[in-house]
């Protein structure tokens, strides 16, 4: 079912036309059809009437003429229809911290573009040569860190779509884009995610290349993306994620509740939420097992603080040196942070982030847990576009790289969405999201 869209601060706003999913276009595209004028005709419509309240995509002039000229290109001299990409024709948004050829990258700054400019990455690459279109850059937070950009959650005008990958997750909600690209170096796939209503899917570290990126700490950098629904996301996948190998598993997960002062960080009404959502999957016959977070959580939280400021400080120290000025206080505070910080205690930090992963594996063996599940967020979308929220549910599974998946798991009385956080073992990408597609059908068919 298509999520309606909901305001307070524009109640009039249309909801978005049902334009075919990513499986319908490529079934479509399969049997030789091609992307209709029509079909971009109700995308430019839809764009003009939500885009103005949403804010998801960064101006462009005349957008829509080039997305046609693109469009009627690939029409023009098509593939044989058996040779098209699965994204054939389907328009994208790509997170304004990723180098797409012909268009600028401004990560969300005032920092001069030439400053940090670059060539096309992996990523993006990977979905053009399956036939996608870019339909533009979507918003991030200055320098994919907590400042934020304009971008609105389209549940509700009044309250944060989340960051640092606001613009995407905004763009798949309001069915602007059926795919969009982010990056997650706490918790900016899976939050945002979350507080729209969509599904967050974050790769194991490195199976999607960060590549043709602005980086923010490239030891806890990973590239996600977002889709409306688990079957969107697992037909993207092979597409994007590197050797990529169908699980073929026939089995439910063991799910494992990470019991302890991590899952105490979610407010009451979300573990209230959660306690619901793990009612309804053993009523689908899941098996739930309490296991104790691994380690300890404020340890480990500081761990990651330490890499993150440590690596960004580094990596913007030629551009702050010269642009100090032109950087919101919240980034820059990072900055001045990891100034102070030693070379051998981000070595120490580095180190034991390894040392935390294997034991956290070892536990989910040890334990015959296939998936980790809790909350993806502390509760449902903060209201004000000041704060992105907090992205405390997701630093353990991006310390450790592992594969991370949001999908929705119910609304709060307001219609603000909670997700469900599902995390696999590093590496598990293929069995991860196998297992989701389940799980979401369990959490359809109850609720």
Same mark, same amino acid.
């Given at each position: 079912m298509r999520p309606e869209l909901r305001t307070r601060a524009s109640p009039e706003a249309p909801s978005p036309a049902k334009l075919p999913s990513l499986l319908e276009r490529s079934a479509i595209s399969k049997q030789g059809g091609t992307q209709p004028a029509a079909m971009l005709d109700i995308l430019e419509r839809d764009f003009n009437a939500l885009e103005p309240s949403i804010q998801a995509f960064l101006p462009e002039v005349d957008r829509f003429g080039r997305v046609r000229r693109e469009a009627r290109a690939q029409e023009t001299d098509p593939p044989e229809a058996s040779k098209r990409g699965p994204l054939f024709g389907v328009p994208i948004g790509v997170k304004d911290v990723f180098h797409v050829r012909g268009f600028p990258t401004t990560a969300g700054s005032r920092v001069p573009l030439e400053e940090i400019s670059g060539e096309q990455g992996d990523a993006v690459s990977r979905l053009t040569a399956a036939g996608a279109l870019i339909l533009g850059k979507t918003v991030t937070t200055e320098f994919a860190y907590f400042a934020p950009g304009p971008t609105r959650n389209p549940r509700n005008l009044n309250?944060?779509?989340?960051?640092?990958?606001?613009?995407?997750?905004?763009?798949?909600?309001?069915?602007?884009?059926?795919?969009?690209?982010?990056?997650?170096?706490?918790?900016?796939?899976?939050?945002?995610?979350? +507080?729209?209503?969509?599904?967050? +899917?974050?790769?194991?570290?490195?199976?999607?290349?960060?590549?043709?990126?602005?980086?923010?700490?490239?030891?806890?950098?990973?590239?996600?993306? +977002?889709?409306?629904?688990?079957?969107?996301?697992?037909?993207?996948?092979?597409?994007?994620?590197?050797d990529w190998v169908p699980s073929g598993l026939d089995r439910p997960p063991v799910l494992g509740i990470p019991v302890g002062s991590y899952l105490d960080a979610a407010d009451l009404a979300a573990r209230s939420q959660f306690r619901s959502t793990l009612a309804l999957l053993l009523q689908h016959n899941y098996s739930l097992i309490e296991v104790p977070f691994p380690g300890d959580f404020d340890t480990l939280r500081a761990r990651h603080q330490t890499i993150l400021a440590a690596e960004a400080a580094a990596v913007h120290s030629h551009w702050f040196a010269k642009y100090a000025d032109r950087y919101h206080s919240r980034t820059a505070d990072l900055i001045v942070e990891g100034r102070t910080i030693e070379t051998s205690d981000l070595d120490k930090a580095r180190r034991e982030r390894l040392e935390w992963t294997s034991r956290m594996t070892d536990d989910m063996a040890r334990s015959g847990i296939d998936l980790w599940v809790s909350p993806s967020a502390p509760g449902t979308a903060p209201e004000g576009l000041a704060f992105t929220g907090d992205p405390v549910m997701n630093v353990p599974w991006t310390h450790a790289g592992t594969p991370t998946l949001t999908l929705p798991s119910g609304e709060d009385s307001r219609h603000l969405p909670y997700g469900l956080q599902l995390v696999g073992r590093p590496g598990s990408d293929e069995a991860l999201l196998a297992w989701a597609v389940g799980i979401e059908q369990a959490l359809a068919v109850a609720g």
């Amino acid at each position: 079912m298509r999520p309606e869209l909901r305001t307070r601060a524009s109640p009039e706003a249309p909801s978005p036309a049902k334009l075919p999913s990513l499986l319908e276009r490529s079934a479509i595209s399969k049997q030789g059809g091609t992307q209709p004028a029509a079909m971009l005709d109700i995308l430019e419509r839809d764009f003009n009437a939500l885009e103005p309240s949403i804010q998801a995509f960064l101006p462009e002039v005349d957008r829509f003429g080039r997305v046609r000229r693109e469009a009627r290109a690939q029409e023009t001299d098509p593939p044989e229809a058996s040779k098209r990409g699965p994204l054939f024709g389907v328009p994208i948004g790509v997170k304004d911290v990723f180098h797409v050829r012909g268009f600028p990258t401004t990560a969300g700054s005032r920092v001069p573009l030439e400053e940090i400019s670059g060539e096309q990455g992996d990523a993006v690459s990977r979905l053009t040569a399956a036939g996608a279109l870019i339909l533009g850059k979507t918003v991030t937070t200055e320098f994919a860190y907590f400042a934020p950009g304009p971008t609105r959650n389209p549940r509700n005008l009044n309250h944060t779509p989340g960051g640092s990958s606001s613009g995407s997750a905004a763009a798949v909600a309001t069915r602007l884009a059926p795919l969009a690209l982010g990056t997650q170096t706490i918790g900016s796939i899976i939050r945002p995610a979350a +507080f729209c209503g969509i599904v967050g +899917f974050k790769p194991s570290q490195g199976r999607i290349p960060i590549t043709g990126l602005v980086p923010l700490a490239p030891t806890l950098d990973q590239v996600g993306y +977002f889709t409306i629904d688990v079957v969107d996301a697992e037909l993207v996948a092979p597409l994007l994620v590197s050797d990529w190998v169908p699980s073929g598993l026939d089995r439910p997960p063991v799910l494992g509740i990470p019991v302890g002062s991590y899952l105490d960080a979610a407010d009451l009404a979300a573990r209230s939420q959660f306690r619901s959502t793990l009612a309804l999957l053993l009523q689908h016959n899941y098996s739930l097992i309490e296991v104790p977070f691994p380690g300890d959580f404020d340890t480990l939280r500081a761990r990651h603080q330490t890499i993150l400021a440590a690596e960004a400080a580094a990596v913007h120290s030629h551009w702050f040196a010269k642009y100090a000025d032109r950087y919101h206080s919240r980034t820059a505070d990072l900055i001045v942070e990891g100034r102070t910080i030693e070379t051998s205690d981000l070595d120490k930090a580095r180190r034991e982030r390894l040392e935390w992963t294997s034991r956290m594996t070892d536990d989910m063996a040890r334990s015959g847990i296939d998936l980790w599940v809790s909350p993806s967020a502390p509760g449902t979308a903060p209201e004000g576009l000041a704060f992105t929220g907090d992205p405390v549910m997701n630093v353990p599974w991006t310390h450790a790289g592992t594969p991370t998946l949001t999908l929705p798991s119910g609304e709060d009385s307001r219609h603000l969405p909670y997700g469900l956080q599902l995390v696999g073992r590093p590496g598990s990408d293929e069995a991860l999201l196998a297992w989701a597609v389940g799980i979401e059908q369990a959490l359809a068919v109850a609720g």
